[in-house]
């Protein structure tokens, strides 16, 4: 069994761990050690009964070689941030978790850091990038391209060759039709309905969606 903690302490922190209790109650694959979270007023908390070891400077201080990482934050740009600050400081691992609950097909690529979750209906020829989250519920058609650090919040439908660029965060009940393709770390909202490409940068909302704010390139980055 691989050792693993969950950065985070927050309500997707504690469905994760629940995946890994679900995962380990169908085949043991994982030692839960507790979580991480960048806030120092959790440190020393417990969530679920285990401890809340700190931040990224934790896994400095162990050895973090032997320490798989899952970074249970929704919001993909303090997730990106946090994934690089591990990166920078650590040389943890990053773990991939698939629900025993998902249906995922035969011919499906998941990138590291990536979280399935239960419900999902993942179908085939797909393209999963790393650090993806894929709430419950949610559904990816055929040829479908998920970029890096994308967050598909629960009950998303993503039609078949779909292009979903990285960063982006597909809000709960969004649904992206079919050929569709959305730039890069832009944010589509709860409901919306996209029908046609959604740019970079952008929020866009509503059925049709419409983007109602732009943002500067790089706006991830401050």
């Known amino acids: 069994m691989k050792n693993i903690v969950i950065f985070g302490t927050g309500g997707l922190a504690r469905e994760v761990h629940q995946i890994?209790?679900?995962?380990?109650?169908?085949?043991?694959a994982w030692k839960f050690l507790g979580f991480l979270d960048g806030n120092v007023a959790n440190?020393?908390?417990?969530?679920?009964?285990?401890?809340?070891?700190g931040g990224v400077e934790w896994l400095t201080q162990t050895d973090a070689a032997d320490v798989y990482v899952v970074v249970a934050i929704g919001n993909p740009v303090s997730k990106r941030?946090?994934?690089?600050?591990?990166?920078?400081?650590s040389d943890a691992h990053f773990a991939t978790l698939v629900h025993p609950r998902a249906w995922v097909g035969s011919f499906v690529d998941i990138g590291q850091g990536s979280i399935i979750c239960a419900g999902a209906l993942i179908t085939t020829d797909i393209k999963?990038?790393?650090?993806?989250?894929?709430?419950?519920?949610?559904?990816?058609?055929?040829?479908?391209?998920?970029?890096?650090?994308v967050t598909i919040a629960p009950t998303v439908n993503v039609s078949g060759s779909v292009h979903v660029g990285q960063g982006t965060d597909l809000g709960t009940g969004s649904t992206v039709i079919q050929?569709?393709?959305?730039?890069?770390?832009?944010?589509?909202?709860?409901?919306?309905?996209?029908?046609?490409?959604?740019?970079?940068?952008?929020?866009?909302v509503g059925a049709p969606a419409k983007a109602i704010k732009t943002r500067a390139a790089g706006w991830h980055l401050e």
């Not at 941030?81 to 400081?89: A, G, H, R």
């Not at 490409?197 to 866009?204: E, F, G």
């Open 179 to 204: 050929g569709c393709s959305i730039g890069e770390w832009s944010i589509v909202g709860a409901g919306a309905v996209v029908v046609k490409n959604i740019d970079a940068n952008v929020t866009a």
């Open 81 to 89: 941030k946090i994934i690089e600050s591990i990166k920078q400081q």
């Open 43 to 53: 440190h020393g908390k417990e969530v679920h009964g285990s401890p809340v070891f």
């Open 20 to 28: 890994v209790e679900d995962i380990n109650g169908s085949a043991p």
């Open 128 to 149: 999963i990038g790393e650090y993806v989250i894929v709430n419950i519920g949610s559904t990816i058609g055929h040829d479908a391209c998920i970029d890096d650090f």
